[in-house]
């Protein structure tokens, strides 16, 4: 059976790259899709370096341009964090902006990244993609090639309720795709797509 690593396992290294896969999983369904690590992006007011930066082109044309930070954190994310990103976002004129962490976010940093678009995502231990699905809440077989983490990634339903547990993987990249989608400045929920 396929061992599961704790988050508390990945190195910053693999943590980057996995977001990178991520995104890479759904590439052929966006036109001129490109996925960088560790990439420097000229700003107004200087270069940034970003985690994970994810380039296509959508509407007819438009370029749109992601930026992702990933952090590795034992205690919960903070504002500051959040502002750090949307300020970097709009310098560099990214549309979009993503937070993942290996903890959960205070709630001052979830207000904050909802009022300015900012996506955020907790990396988890991949064996809650097969728990999460089973009704025995048991693990049912697993492939040797599941993703060892995958992320929970929280938006509303079309009733206004939040849905916490929609997965980010390779292997699942709807949730992912659809927020990619959407145009800049809506909150995420399952019919903005």
Not at 15 to 35: G, I
Not at 44 to 54: P, R
Not at 75 to 98: C, H, W, Y
Not at 116 to 134: F, K, P, W
Request: aromatic share 12%; net charge negative; glycine share 8%.
């Amino acid at each position: 059976m396929k061992h599961f690593p704790s988050r508390d396992e990945i190195t910053p290294e693999e943590f980057e790259l996995t977001v990178k896969a991520w995104f890479e999983s759904f590439a052929e369904r966006l036109d001129e899709f490109s996925a960088e690590h560790l990439d420097s992006v000229e700003g107004m007011d200087g270069e940034f370096k970003f985690d994970v930066t994810i380039r296509f082109t959508a509407f007819g044309g438009a370029k749109f341009l992601v930026v992702c930070e990933c952090k590795k954190h034992k205690n919960p994310i903070k504002r500051d964090v959040i502002q750090t990103l949307k300020s970097k976002k709009e310098s560099v004129g990214a549309q979009k902006g993503f937070v993942i962490a290996t903890a959960s976010f205070q709630s001052g940093a979830e207000e904050y990244a909802k009022k300015h678009g900012i996506a955020l995502c907790e990396i988890v231990s991949g064996d809650i993609a097969y728990i999460q699905n089973n009704a025995q809440r048991t693990l049912p077989p697993i492939p040797e090639d599941a993703d060892s983490y995958v992320g929970i990634f929280p938006c509303k339903t079309a009733d206004g309720s939040i849905f916490p547990g929609a997965l980010i993987s390779s292997r699942s990249t709807y949730w992912l795709e659809g927020f990619l989608k959407m145009s800049p400045g809506r909150e995420y929920t399952e019919d903005a797509t």
